[in-house]
């Protein structure tokens, strides 16, 4: 089984997903307004369900490519958003995903920090070289957000994905191993210093 431990911050904290967050799971990609900037529609129940069923089977994968976890309050298994990460098949690359957080949480104003400590344990335990993420360009206060990240604007992808009968551009961003270190926090660089493990290559 290929688990992540718990990754702790300063305001937050990351875990794996269990049986008992499907609730909350579901209210996200069920939710109009939390799933406005996703890069997929709202989901109907079944819908959510299923993918919640495809995402606590990740540890299970091997090699695992998909890591989507909870975001809880350091002291508060309670889960209150999402984040995620998707290994890239080529290269040693990989996209930051499904940055979520519910109405109210008490880490909200933190986003930044769930992908920092998630792009520390994938410079460090997975041995990338390469991480990036996007949003909507119509979404702001994203860029915000990852630039509080370490992350550094790269392109405009015209017209990438259609939602609610429209197509959006997404303005991307990207950081590499050597330099997102020089920036890392003491905590960032503890989960740095884990072992690393090279992610092995997809058979063909």
């Known amino acids: 089984m290929n688990r992540i431990p718990d990754l702790r911050g300063e305001h937050l904290?990351?875990?794996?997903?269990?049986?008992?967050?499907?609730?909350?799971?579901a209210r996200i990609l069920t939710?109009?307004?939390?799933?406005?900037?996703?890069?997929?529609?709202?989901?109907?129940?079944?819908?959510?369900?299923?993918?919640?069923?495809?995402?606590?089977?990740?540890p299970h994968?091997?090699?695992?490519?998909?890591?989507t976890l909870a975001i809880?309050?350091?002291?508060?298994?309670t889960m209150v958003g999402t984040m995620g990460l998707?290994?890239?098949?080529?290269?040693?690359?990989?996209?930051?995903?499904?940055?979520?957080?519910?109405?109210?949480?008490?880490?909200?104003?933190?986003?930044?920090?769930?992908?920092?400590?998630?792009?520390?344990?994938a410079f460090g335990h997975l041995g990338l070289h390469r991480i990036w993420a996007g949003h909507r360009s119509d979404h702001h206060h994203m860029a915000q957000i990852m630039h509080a990240a370490g992350l550094r604007p790269e392109a405009t992808l015209r017209?990438?994905?259609?939602?609610?009968?429209?197509?959006?551009?997404?303005?991307?961003?990207?950081?590499?191993?050597?330099?997102?270190?020089?920036?890392?926090?003491?905590t960032e660089l503890a989960i740095l210093d884990s072992t690393p493990r090279p992610v092995e290559p997809v058979p063909r």
């Open 61 to 67: 994968t091997h090699p695992r490519r998909k890591y």
């Open 86 to 121: 998707l290994v890239e098949d080529y290269g040693s690359n990989a996209m930051l995903t499904a940055l979520v957080m519910l109405p109210g949480a008490p880490v909200r104003g933190h986003g930044h920090e769930a992908g920092r400590l998630l792009m520390a344990y």
């Open 159 to 186: 017209q990438l994905f259609r939602t609610r009968g429209c197509w959006h551009d997404v303005t991307t961003y990207a950081t590499v191993a050597p330099e997102w270190k020089r920036q890392a926090t003491e």
């Open 72 to 77: 809880c309050a350091p002291d508060d298994d």
């Open 13 to 25: 904290r990351l875990r794996e997903l269990h049986a008992g967050d499907h609730d909350t799971f």
């Open 31 to 58: 939710h109009r307004a939390l799933t406005r900037y996703l890069g997929n529609d709202r989901m109907d129940a079944a819908q959510a369900h299923d993918a919640f069923a495809q995402c606590l089977a990740q």
